[in-house]
């Protein structure tokens, strides 16, 4: 099967969706020395002002505008002044909903990330985390408000037969602050995959 990049129409839904059916699929970022992809094995559902562990739940602001924005747009943030984070902005303009990609699993470009994560003992520790996933695919500030929906883009996700072991949802991790809205299950993972950044069940803070 050839890969098929994602139309606006699959972005064009609620952020729940989204994130569940990413699993499985491939994030391609093409650069000067060749493309770098992986299967998207963890994501993060974030679904507008509600939601207390959003950036958008105090409103719109110069850092989180992507996320106001139509869907089908990258939305890239920095946490800590020094590690990105990508997410695939969903549902309509004004609605502020994202996917955040935890973890994939490399596929292609494997030596390339290498060289971006020296310091990675093993390749499972290349991809297994918001901010690794973006150093090993070099995904900066320059690209939030991408469109991945542009064919000719440097950045988008592909359907390339979707690979996919047992769905598993879970609670999302590093919000503990955003109270009741810390234990819903807007986490997926592949569980089976060695790549994820925290294994369902052993999230930070949960007995």
């Known amino acids: 099967m050839g890969a098929a990049m994602l139309e606006r129409a699959f972005y064009d839904r609620p952020a729940l969706e989204v994130a569940r059916e990413l699993i499985g699929l491939t994030l391609v970022r093409r650069l000067p020395e060749g493309v770098a992809a992986g299967r998207v094995v963890e994501t993060e559902a974030y679904i507008g002002m509600e939601d207390s562990a959003s950036h958008a739940s105090r409103g719109r602001t110069a850092r989180n505008a992507a996320m106001f924005g139509p869907p089908g747009h990258a939305y890239v943030y920095l946490v800590y002044g020094m590690h990105w984070c990508l997410n695939l902005v969903t549902e ?38 918001p901010a690794r996933l973006c150093q090993a695919l070099a995904v900066d500030g320059t690209l939030d408000g991408a469109d991945v929906c542009r064919p000719e883009g440097d950045l988008l996700v592909e359907d390339r037969g979707r690979r996919l072991g047992p769905l598993v949802a879970c609670p999302r991790v590093g919000v503990h602050y955003a109270g009741e809205w810390a234990a819903k299950p807007f986490r997926f993972c592949d569980g089976e995959s060695p790549y994820l950044s925290v294994r369902p069940g052993k999230e930070p803070g949960r007995r």
């Open 92 to 129: 309509q303009a004004g609605v502020p909903a994202a996917v955040l990609l935890r973890a994939i699993e490399p596929v292609e470009g494997i030596e390339g990330m290498r060289a971006r994560r020296p310091k990675a003992r093993t390749d499972a520790q290349l991809t297994s985390g």
